[in-house]
């Protein structure tokens, strides 16, 4: 899908690394393992300033440990730009010195099986089931932007589409306004990144999806 995740998204400074931006700006991901005991304290840098990350004022609060895992996009002036999700649920997106790290290649060609089942972000779901032809999965999914009060808009997803390797490709058709994502698996991650034209204002399927459990049933 050309233009979803091939570079720094156009106009953003070189030194961000923000979530909003993390699924759609990049395709090469890799899983990152923070090294050292679990004392090892590894802080995430901000990318606030021009001499971020790499500047001595921009180390951040969040940090992560020896032996926890990231999910690693593209790397800047010796430091990867990086997702992590603690225990209680919540992410930190941010630079990690890459000297603290050691990444590792995904599997290119998981079995088909490793597709299936519901994966989900925030309030965003995406489920996997086997479809009649073979080669392919049914895909369905729903994401949400609630404003205020009960102002809220929604997306779907509903068709089927086969994997390439560790990439998936969903449209709901050619036109340059129809719905377009990009699935990869990364390990143990569901990273998603959309066109922006996946339901009503605001509503994205972009994100890192983790796995929730069987998939739902089919409509």
Not at 72 to 90: D, L
Request: proline share 4%; glycine share 12%.
């Amino acid at each position: 899908m050309p233009g979803l995740a091939y570079g720094q998204l156009e106009g953003n400074p070189e030194n961000w690394c923000r979530g909003g931006f993390f699924t759609r700006e990049y395709s090469d991901f890799k899983i990152g393992m923070v090294t050292g005991s679990r004392s090892n304290r590894v802080y995430f840098n901000r990318d606030d300033s021009d001499d971020c990350p790499a500047g001595k004022n921009c180390r951040g609060r969040s940090f992560v440990v020896g032996g926890d895992k990231l999910l690693v996009s593209r790397s800047y002036k010796g430091f990867a730009c990086s997702w992590f999700v603690a225990p209680n649920g919540r992410e930190t997106v941010g630079w990690i010195a890459e000297s603290s790290i050691k990444t590792s290649q995904p599997d290119v060609r998981p079995a088909l099986s490793k597709w299936l089942g519901s994966w989900k972000y925030a309030d965003s779901e995406i489920s996997f089931t086997d479809n009649k032809l073979a080669g392919f999965l049914n895909v369905t999914g729903d994401a949400y932007w609630k404003g205020l009060g009960d102002n809220i808009h929604v997306g779907e997803l509903d068709g089927r589409s086969a994997p390439e390797g560790n990439l998936l490709e969903y449209s709901d058709g050619d036109d340059e306004y129809d719905c377009k994502v990009t699935m990869r698996l990364i390990g143990d991650y569901l990273v998603v990144a959309d066109n922006l034209k996946c339901g009503g204002v605001n509503v994205t399927f972009s994100g890192v999806y983790r796995r929730a459990g069987p998939a739902r049933p089919v409509k």
